[in-house]
């Protein structure tokens, strides 16, 4: 199977507790991990493209070892370390250092080239899903609207010879590799934190707590080129002699990522049995790039400058964070304040009501611009020029249009950006703005649950309880549109503010937050459960 990838993990942990002395609690503790290098089947190896060569390694062919003479090195040595000082009963300092290994795998190289190789000599387009081809040929006519033809039988690229171990990655040919040497990195987590407990009721928390990324590995494009040299300027077409076309990326351990916060938590406890708590984090992620090989570097030329230019707030940041939960028992009914018996007691009484609020900072987003940067594997962005402003406009309901720059419906005003002004290769330059310089709309959700217990039997009890996510109905929007279309009738040479005479979506909320993963959309509409059971 081309396509097999397999890999071995090896680790072990040391860890103990002493108590140094009756206040100070000190825990102790030592792994090591080992990555090896992936393997495939039957004594094979991966397939890694060498950089300096251009030439791509097949494990376990010709006098390839089966672990393409990749370095993973001999594990990490991790050590963690925590301590508790009780300076009164009611008062707890808390400190923790600790050092993890980056667990990141080989799953990229299980379709570098030469695993798969196919040419469907036909124009992409994903709008239609346009097969490869056809294995029969009965059914490779009159595709997408009629207007696509694909060939019987699959079309392959001519195979390259195996034998040695080693073969020249075609020009046309993209594919994914990493460094020969992996200096995988570690992450660095610490904290310190003082628990302050006021009376029997009050427990108040706040501290600081932090991340240090060494090395995270980064998704970048190997084959990368200054504004106005296209692929024919990339790092590995000169290095090569040849365009190297394609994308050819590179999984590299590389820089770093960090995230630092203030955390403060309350917790109070009410008679009876209910609780409060409340915890705010004010807190920044700062990174080159986002999510390793979902993401990539947005300017991967290794200019340090350039380099500099992807450093900002991640694009799951959020400032601010303020959650908010509860049980509360309702003041009704037998050992309650209020109608203590009686039909109220037994209606109102027993109730208990849970609410849970989220509350949070909006996104970061870039503003992207057109224009023939022509800078291989790096995007373009706006330039600002004026300053930006929020319109704080309604977002259109689902089909219904609003026409660009009408306050009513934009989030940002769109003629604060205008696309670069690029006249020829020589002219070519960034945008003026910044990966991930803008944010998004808040977020803002209440869900409100009320249980109770009914004693029907000695042996039985009937629960009813009511769930309504999204209690108060909001809203949780998506970043507006943030790619700025170049004007219809540019003026040669002279910088103008982004299209405005379409109805384009740019500036405009068009959409609802995706959380992240694979969970799908979150809109914030209010859904109404009731339900009962019965418990014996």
Not at 20 to 39: D, I
Not at 221 to 243: D, V
Request: hydrophobic share 35%.
């Amino acid at each position: 199977n081309p396509n097999a990838l397999r890999w071995s993990v090896w680790a072990w942990y040391l860890q103990d507790r002493y108590q140094v002395t009756p206040k100070l609690t000190l825990s102790v503790g030592l792994r090591w991990e080992y990555y090896p290098f992936g393997y495939a089947d039957n004594k094979k190896g991966l397939r890694v493209l060498d950089l300096n060569t251009g030439n791509v390694i097949l494990g376990g062919y010709g006098s390839v070892p089966e672990n393409d003479g990749v370095d993973t090195g001999s594990g990490e040595f991790l050590p963690r370390l925590g301590a508790a000082y009780r300076l009164t009963p009611s008062t707890v300092f808390r400190v923790g250092y600790g050092i993890s290994a980056d667990p990141y795998t080989w799953h990229v190289l299980r379709n570098a080239y030469p695993a798969v190789i196919l040419d469907s000599n036909s124009p992409a387009n994903t709008a239609d899903y346009v097969p490869v081809a056809s294995l029969t040929g009965l059914n490779g006519t009159g595709l997408g609207s009629g207007s696509y033809n694909v060939f019987k039988g699959l079309q392959l690229l001519s195979l390259p010879d195996l034998s040695t171990g080693s073969v020249k990655l075609p020009t046309s040919a993209g594919t994914t590799t990493i460094p020969k040497t992996f200096n995988r990195g570690y992450i660095n987590s610490y904290n310190l934190s003082v628990q302050q407990q006021l009376g029997n009721d009050l427990t108040i928390n706040i501290g600081y707590v932090g991340t240090y990324d060494v090395r995270p590995v980064i998704n970048m494009n190997a084959n990368a080129s200054l504004p106005g040299t296209g692929s024919a300027g990339g790092l590995l077409s000169q290095k090569w002699g040849a365009n190297y076309t394609a994308g050819i990326n590179e999984l590299n351990p590389y820089l770093h990522s960090r995230y630092d916060s203030l955390q403060a938590q309350l917790i109070y406890r009410f008679a009876g049995g209910s609780n409060l708590t409340a915890a705010y984090t004010w807190g920044k992620a700062m990174s080159y790039a986002d999510n390793e090989d979902l993401g990539s570097l947005s300017y991967p030329y290794p200019d340090p400058k350039i380099i500099q230019m992807n450093y900002a707030p991640s694009n799951f940041d959020r400032t601010h964070n303020l959650e908010i939960a509860g049980v509360m028992a309702l003041p009704f009914g037998k050992g309650e304040p209020w109608l203590k018996s009686g039909p109220g007691s037994w209606i109102l009484g027993g109730w208990l009501v849970n609410p849970v609020i989220s509350a949070m900072s909006g996104f970061p987003f870039t503003v992207s611009a057109s224009g023939n940067l022509n800078a291989n594997g790096s995007g373009q962005t706006a330039d600002l020029i004026k300053p930006f402003k929020k319109l704080g406009g309604k977002p259109p309901r689902t089909g219904v249009t609003c026409a660009l720059g009408d306050p009513a419906c934009s989030y940002f005003d769109p003629t604060s950006f205008g696309a670069p002004v690029i006249s020829s290769a020589a002219t070519a330059h960034y945008g003026n703005t910044k990966r991930d310089e803008f944010r998004g709309p808040g977020f803002f959700n209440m869900n409100l649950s009320i249980v109770r217990d009914f004693k029907i039997r000695e042996f039985a009890t009937l629960q009813i309880r009511g769930d309504a996510l999204g209690f108060t109905n909001t809203p949780h929007f998506n970043n507006p549109g943030a790619s700025c279309p170049a004007n219809a009738n540019p003026t040669s040479g002279v910088e103008q503010a982004c299209n405005t005479g379409s109805n384009n979506g740019f500036g405009i909320v068009t959409g609802v937050v995706q959380q992240g993963g694979f969970f799908g959309q979150d809109p914030g509409n209010r859904v109404v459960w009731v339900g009962a059971a019965v418990k014996f």
